[in-house]
Each structure stands twice: as structure tokens, then as C-alpha cells.
Nanobody, 128 residues
């Protein structure tokens, strides 16, 4: 039972990347999934969340309008499409799965310790 992130890499400012969070051993569509990131010397922050089963999506102010979270239940995968990338988006990106609805009052701020499954992370570097 695990989730595995992929899709990270190096890109120039203004570029795009699509991250994947693939689950094995359980049905990811039964879980809310949040993308977190952690940059060197900074605290981990939630940037995007897709709730289950309602499908509500939430974004931090820093990525709203640039990032889009979605899921493909047939592939048991959640995606994070990242456009118009900025240098400050450089970080390790993690996905985490929670077995329930993420309340709208929390959104991306839903407490990290409550998530059941975490991936190992994928590095995103934005530089020219």
C-alpha cells in the first residue's frame, strides 16, 4: 500500500510540469489527496487538494490560477498540472492521502498528521 509521485524535473520560469501521484494497494478515489511542497529552509505547505468523494478542489493563494489538481480513477492517480512556474515554486512535492472529505474550512490547511499515506516526493526545480 503506497503512493508514488513522479513527473518532477527542471524547467525554466514560465514553463509547465505535470506531477502524478499513483496509488497501489488501495482505491485512491476513496481518499482526499493533497499536494504539499517543501523548499529548503522553509516549512512544508499544502498547495492543492482534491477532496473525496465530493471532488471539491482547493488551492493556496500562491498557486491559484496556475496549478490544477485532477484525478483519473481508472488510473488510480491524481495529477497536479503546474503552469506558469516561478522560481519560488522550486521545492520537493509530496502527495498525501486522507480517507475522507477534507472540510472546506481547512482546504489545503488540513493538518498533515491526519493523512494516512505519503509519497517519497519528487523534486521540482524552476530556474533559468
Amino acid at each position: 500500500v503506497q503512493v508514488v509521485e513522479s513527473g518532477g524535473g527542471s524547467v525554466q520560469p514560465g514553463g509547465s510540469l505535470r506531477l502524478s501521484c499513483a496509488a497501489s494497494g488501495f482505491a485512491l478515489n476513496d481518499y482526499s489527496v493533497t499536494w504539499f511542497r517543501q523548499a529548503p529552509g522553509k516549512e512544508r505547505e499544502g498547495v492543492s487538494c482534491i477532496s473525496s468523494p465530493d471532488g471539491s478542489t482547493y488551492y493556496s493563494d500562491s498557486v491559484k490560477g496556475r496549478f490544477t489538481v485532477s484525478r483519473d480513477n481508472a488510473k488510480n492517480t491524481v495529477f497536479l498540472q503546474m503552469n506558469s512556474l516561478k522560481r519560488e515554486d522550486t521545492a520537493i512535492y509530496y502527495c498525501a492521502a486522507y480517507p475522507g472529505v477534507v472540510p472546506s474550512t481547512y482546504g489545503v490547511g488540513f493538518p498533515a498528521p491526519l493523512y494516512d499515506y505519503w509519497g517519497q516526493g519528487t523534486q521540482v526545480t524552476v530556474s533559468s
